[in-house]
């Protein structure tokens, strides 16, 4: 494994109990900056495989939620290994997410939630855009299955660059007005707003970072309109102004996404507080979600 996930095997000695309980009793949450309080994986490849197989046992009970499993993997890093510590996962290589997705297909389990844009998309972006002080506010509720994003850009009957949705920005807050079109409901969205009325075409626009879920936000008949939703300042995602340069940057992680990502063996559960998955057992969500056929991988079409 040279020592991606251990420190080059530095803790390979690793007690597999301890790991186990601090996983499930929350001890390893995702915090900015804290994120190096999860476990030190060991780094030998096969010690690494059996202290997984272990984990999993431990932690994967037919009892439990869909929202404790989640934020189990979530708490142990397993729901991203490849992303960074500081993000929320192991620090990792390709060929250690390979061996995770393997071990929890061969044990049955329910997938990471990871199957959808807000995952393989708008998270990279977040990543690569967020403060460090908001890392853990929005990363963290990605990671738990919690939260999905889209990008929202068009509007209903107008052309792709002409946007009239209204981000107003004062010394605190801003109020977005207007409406974009949206083919699947997600619980948040990074939103391209018209920041400079004086602007025409792709200048003068912002990315706000706004939840769809709550007052001030109405969805049905394929968009959703916003009337006066009032958001502060640090929900603009890069510099006011500059949000198509935000799209720019989403758009060919959407481009290259695939449908069908979900190993054979797990069992996929959609993401999203929104859609009342998170509270059933894992027992009920295997009955309800187990014979959902895996679809092979296909280019999604451009947006």
Known sequence: MDGEVGRRGRRSGIHLASIA????????????????????????????????RYWIATNATP???????????????????????????????????????TELAAAGTLAPPVDHDGFRAVAPVLRQLLPPD???????????????????VHEPGRAPDDIECRAVHDWKYTSVTGAKTQEAATTHALVVCRSDPAATGTSGLSCMMLDLTVDGVVRGGGSVRFAGLEVLNDRTLGQPGEGWSVVRLVR???DRSLAGRIRRGLVHVPAGHQIGALDLTMAEAHRTFGTTPVSPPVERRSR
């Open 63 to 101: 009892d439990i939620t869909v929202r404790q499993w989640w934020h189990r993997l979530a708490n142990a890093g397993l729901t991203a290994p490849t992303w960074p510590r500081v993000h929320g996962g192991l620090g990792a290589t390709s060929r250690v997410q390979e061996t995770v997705e």
């Open 21 to 52: 309980a601090a996983t499930r009793h929350g001890q390893y949450r995702l915090r900015m900056l804290e994120f190096a309080e999860r476990p030190w994986w060991p780094g030998d490849p096969q010690q690494f495989r059996e202290a997984l």
């Open 252 to 254: 060919p992680y959407l």
């Open 134 to 152: 908001q890392l853990a506010r929005w990363l963290e509720p990605l990671l738990r299955g919690e939260h999905t994003w889209d990008l929202l």
